[in-house]
């Protein structure tokens, strides 16, 4: 005899005593003493029992609750443990996060890293004015990666004809943060 799956409907959630109500397939209503409700994913791994959050009630409704306890079965039929792959997804949605860090921030954790090797506070008041009044407006709050040729020139060419040497000096600080940029990742 084939196990039972939507054994649940949304009376039967909405309504239910404290306790944990099956909908088959390892999807499982837990309901606390205090009412609250949340669906969870159980499975075994090696011989140990696994339970998974899937999320609360009022959030994921029954339908999202059965489609989501599919996918983690296909993860399962496939070797994968869902909680893990869960754990890899948001380690890797936070190291693209991380690099996904726009120019401004870069360029403050660069000076911030190379302040101690300048002899002059000039230098710093140099970099952080000719940052902040020139490039800033431009590309300030652009990500990284983001940072091409085009937009390095719309932001110096408006100093080549005024101040050549400090449309130079800026340059050369501009790719010195992306150089910085490109060594952390």
């Known amino acids: 005899m084939a196990r039972e799956i939507s054994r649940l409907s949304a009376v039967k959630v909405k309504n239910a005593p404290p306790g944990m109500h099956g ?6 209503l837990h309901v606390n003493a205090a009412g609250a409700r949340s669906w969870i994913f159980r499975f075994m791994l090696r011989g ?12 994921i409704p029954l339908a999202e609750a059965r489609k989501r306890a599919a996918d983690c079965r296909r993860m399962r039929l496939d070797g994968i443990d869902p909680i893990e792959a869960r754990r890899a997804g948001k380690a890797n949605a936070q190291l693209e996060a991380a690099k996904a ?19 002059s506070p000039k230098s710093l008041a140099a ?3 000719t940052l902040a009044a020139d490039v800033f407006p431009v590309f300030g709050k652009v990500v990284v990666q983001a940072i091409d040729t ?23 600080r501009i790719e010195a943060i992306l150089d910085y940029a490109t060594v952390r990742g």
């Open 150 to 172: 085009a937009l390095v020139m719309k932001a110096i060419e408006p100093m080549w004809t005024k101040k050549p040497e400090t449309a130079v000096r800026v340059r050369g």
């Open 48 to 59: 140990k029992a696994r339970e998974m959050g899937l999320g609360p009630v009022h959030t």
């Open 23 to 28: 909908d088959g397939g390892g999807l499982w």
């Open 127 to 129: 970099w952080e004015g």
């Open 101 to 119: 860090m726009i120019f401004e921030e870069c360029a403050r954790r660069y000076i911030e890293a190379h302040r101690a090797g300048w002899k």
